[in-house]
């Protein structure tokens, strides 16, 4: 049962427009909200993380909003760059250090 | 500061072997966390310590897996017998409480394969 769900297992953006990679939970403790990304042959790197107290949080190119009535966030990247390729996981807790991850979606950015 | 360390990268095994997947966590770090990618299921929570006593293993998928963390700076993760449906990518994380609400630190992970 995949309470953490990323329903695109790959995206292709162009060079400087905006990617958004979409995340759905389905528990509602839920509370926070992370998202990681993953080059090959390396572990995740943490990017940018939202509480649900807040709507919107961002950080240089990347904003991650939250819209907690649909059980949904998602990641914009603007403006794209190739170095953005990778694969996003989004990630859930509820309320202490246990994180579920999704299944992880692969952007393709295209010089 | 050394990130999160985990040994071997790579591995290969026969089917029935024991393995045994090595990790040192950060220093200071007081989570271990141990999860398996696969490409179905994402990235898997295994088993969680805190301050070396675990905390929730609900994730190991069978008794074939067991996981401990003698001291602080160290945590294995076995599978005995190893059996071909087992392989994956296994990362250790580490986290320390209050620094960077649930963020964790990933190890560079183990690239099991099973024949």
């Known amino acids: 049962d995949q309470q953490v769900k990323q329903n695109s297992p790959s995206l292709s953006v162009q060079e400087g427009r905006i990617s958004i990679l979409n995340c759905d939970y389905t528990?509602?403790?839920?509370?926070?909200f992370l998202w990681y990304k993953k080059y090959p042959a390396e572990g995740p790197t943490f990017l940018i993380s939202i509480s649900s107290i807040k709507d919107k949080n961002e950080d240089g190119r990347f904003t991650v909003f939250l819209n907690k009535s649909a059980k949904h966030l998602s990641l914009h990247i603007v403006p794209s760059q190739p170095g953005d390729s990778a694969v996003y996981f989004c990630a859930a807790s509820a309320g202490n250090e246990k994180l579920t991850f999704g299944t992880g979606t692969r952007l393709t950015i295209i010089p | 500061d050394a990130g999160v360390i985990q040994s071997p990268r790579h591995e290969v095994t026969e089917m029935g072997q024991e393995v045994t997947l090595r990790c040192k966590p950060i220093?200071?770090?007081?989570?271990l966390f141990w999860y398996r990618q696969t490409m179905m299921r994402g990235l898997e929570l295994l088993i969680y310590f805190n301050n070396n006593v675990p905390i929730d293993d609900s994730g190991m998928p069978e008794d074939r897996f067991s996981a401990k963390m003698p001291n602080a700076s160290f945590s294995t993760l076995k599978i005995q017998p190893s059996e071909p449906r087992d392989s994956a990518v296994y990362f250790c994380a580490s986290s320390r409480r209050g620094q960077g609400l649930y963020e964790q630190y990933f190890g560079p992970g183990t690239r099991l394969t099973v024949t």
């Open positions: 220093s200071g770090h007081d989570y």
């Open positions: 528990n509602s403790m839920f509370d926070y």
